[in-house]
């Protein structure tokens, strides 16, 4: 007690009491999106698994990813494309997380022609490496 350290990390976290802070965790937040448009930024296994769990409970999922195929295995990629909720949007990157309080829409960027492209969700769920999450927190905060 009576020092102070500083730290260089944030901390999100999801759940009924705090749904507001952009970034979720499908285990945990997916049933809170039922019927509602989500996105999964990634490539590999985990995303595509995030995204076929989310579409039990989501209206619509975007997975998101900035090429042009998906590093997932095979049979992931199978699932995934076979699942009708389930929509890849190719060749883009997360720019920035809009909404007010809660997010609405995300504004991604192509990343073959720099073109904008506004995508309507209620929830960002980053797969991947922690790298990924503290981007996409950096992208939302940076909008209050």
């Not at 009924?16 to 930024?41: E, H, M, N, S, W």
Request: contains cysteine; charged residues 20%; hydrophobic residues 45%.
């Amino acid at each position: 007690m009576g020092k102070s350290r500083d730290y260089q990390v944030i901390i999100i976290g999801g759940g009924p009491a705090g749904l507001t802070a952009g970034l979720y965790c499908a285990t945990c937040d997916g049933p809170f999106f039922r019927d509602k448009a989500v996105a999964v930024i990634g490539d590999g296994n985990a995303a595509l698994t995030e995204a076929l769990y989310l579409s039990k409970f989501a209206s619509s999922v975007k997975v998101v990813h900035r090429r042009n195929q998906l590093r997932a295995g095979d049979a992931l990629q199978k699932r995934a494309r076979m699942e009708p909720k389930i929509d890849f949007v190719w060749d883009a990157v997360v720019a920035q997380i809009e909404g007010d309080r809660t997010v609405n829409q995300l504004r991604l960027t192509s990343t073959k022609d720099g073109t904008i492209l506004m995508l309507p969700v209620a929830g960002v769920f980053a797969a991947g490496d922690g790298a990924t999450a503290a981007v996409l927190a950096e992208r939302f905060l940076s909008s209050y």
